[in-house]
């Protein structure tokens, strides 16, 4: 019955367009009514417990550093190596799109804010040149989901923090799936283009084309040492984090020339008000997880998903069915902290590797930021383009469905993640 009540206080709250935050709160309470536990003082200590964790803090460096890139000129000049690479076929700016939707995710590690940088300087160019504006900004938000995957992610920090699991392993496990979700996205874009009719091509001189990889070289730099210093054991994804946000700084500021300090000033007020907000719903979920273990919801789920312990490969199926619909409703965030802490006891007893299943977790709940009602991107999108969700939908759909045909890829065949987990580490 606390299932129940849980479950239904949660969707409840959340088709009332309350903020995910206070949702999260307003279930412990519901949660702590139900019980019959009074004290009311369990959320603000639970919540402070929850954000009191060391793992957590790469999470204000990444986002800072995500911050600088965005505003500091880096965006712009990843984004004219991407068309250098690829931009002489046809269709050349949606091939471009993608490959900087790659980069841009070892840069920023957040799908919403690289759905705001790709919107800002690419989808102008895409309409532009003739793409209808559903398919520009479908191409756009497929992209964004690289961003929880490709390392430095938060989301993978937060799983780390949350599961205590390694950081560097996560990171590392999150490389080469992202690299195949983005050949699978060129894939489907070869045949959009025919099925279109998109005949743009980008071509450079010699002279434009040096001054790109000069311009260029810094800001790819920045994820070749951020993961070659984590792996080769460096620094550690915090200390990353930070070396992440010094560097931007200095390339930003000295070379580029481009951020000032009362820019530098604003980028900080932003990347504080963006950290204040993940940071205020990894508390309300600690606080509604206390509850949630008091009432006994993670024996009860167990109990619903146990049967399946025997044969693994239909436990992960069932548990990705159960995710992708939560996906739709709920962002990754709390998703991976209410969500999390319930099915790894049941994968660990069906000898499931964690950094495999971390994986899965984290890409199917990432798929939920461009599904409707509720996917983040989307709104993210359509605000930008000025276009409606079910067009924008439509249009995003065949790059969804290879993006879920990659996640059951990849649940079908671990190798595909474990064996590259092993050359890495």
């Known amino acids: 019955m606390e299932l129940l009540v849980f479950l239904g206080s949660l969707f409840f709250f959340l088709f009332l367009n309350i903020p995910i935050a206070l949702v999260m709160v307003l279930s412990a309470i519901v949660l702590m009514v139900y019980s019959g536990d009074g004290d009311f003082m369990i959320i603000p200590q639970a919540m402070v417990d929850g954000v009191n964790n060391y793992p957590l803090m790469a999470i204000p460096f990444f986002v ?27 269709g050349g ?42 398919r520009a900004g479908g191409i756009i ?46 894939l489907m874009w070869f045949f959009i283009v025919r099925i279109d009719g998109y005949t743009e091509t980008i071509v450079f001189t010699r002279e434009q084309a040096i001054n790109i990889l000069k311009e260029a070289t810094p800001a790819f730099m920045l994820p070749v040492l951020l993961l070659g210093g984590i792996r080769g054991g460096v620094f550690t994804p915090t200390e990353g984090g930070a070396f992440a ?69 239909l436990l992960l199926i069932a548990i990705m069915i159960f995710l992708f619909a939560a996906g739709c409703v709920m962002d990754l965030t709390p998703n991976i902290l209410l969500f999390a802490p319930v099915f790894y006891p049941l994968t660990n007893a069906a000898g499931i590797d964690p950094y495999f299943f971390g994986l899965l977790f984290v890409l199917n709940v990432g798929i939920g930021v461009i599904t409707p009602p509720v996917g983040t991107v989307l709104f993210v999108v359509c605000g930008s383009a000025g276009i409606s969700m079910g067009h924008l939908v ?16 990849l649940l079908l065949f671990p190798k595909l993640s474990l064996v590259p987990l092993k050359w890495l580490m």
């Open 64 to 90: 800072f550093a995500g911050e600088i890139m965005a505003r500091g000129g880096l965006s712009k000049r990843v984004i004219l190596l991407a068309q250098l690479m690829i931009g002489r076929v046809k």
């Open 93 to 134: 700016l949606g091939y471009a799109t993608i490959i900087a939707a790659v980069i841009f995710a070892g840069l920023m590690g957040s799908s919403v804010g690289e759905a705001a940088a790709l919107m800002g300087i690419l989808y102008p160019m895409m309409k532009d040149a003739g793409y209808d504006k559903g």
């Open 141 to 186: 938000s497929a992209g964004a989901i690289l961003g929880p995957i490709i390392p430095p992610s938060a989301n993978f920090i937060l799983l780390g923090a949350t599961m205590e699991l390694s950081i560097t392993k996560l990171f590392m496990i999150g490389l080469v799936p992202g690299l195949i979700i983005g050949f699978f996205l060129l």
């Open 245 to 313: 946000a010094v560097y931007a700084i200095a390339v930003t500021t000295m070379y580029y020339r481009e951020l000032s300090l009362r820019d530098l000033l604003r980028v900080s007020a932003t990347a504080a008000r963006s950290t204040a907000v993940v940071m205020l719903i990894v508390g309300a979920a600690t606080a509604v997880g206390w509850f949630i273990t008091a009432a006994q919801i993670p024996d009860q789920m167990k109990a619903f998903f146990e049967p399946l312990v025997p044969t693994p490969t």
């Open 394 to 409: 439509r249009k995003l759909a065949p790059f969804l469905l290879m993006e879920i045909a990659v996640l059951f890829l």
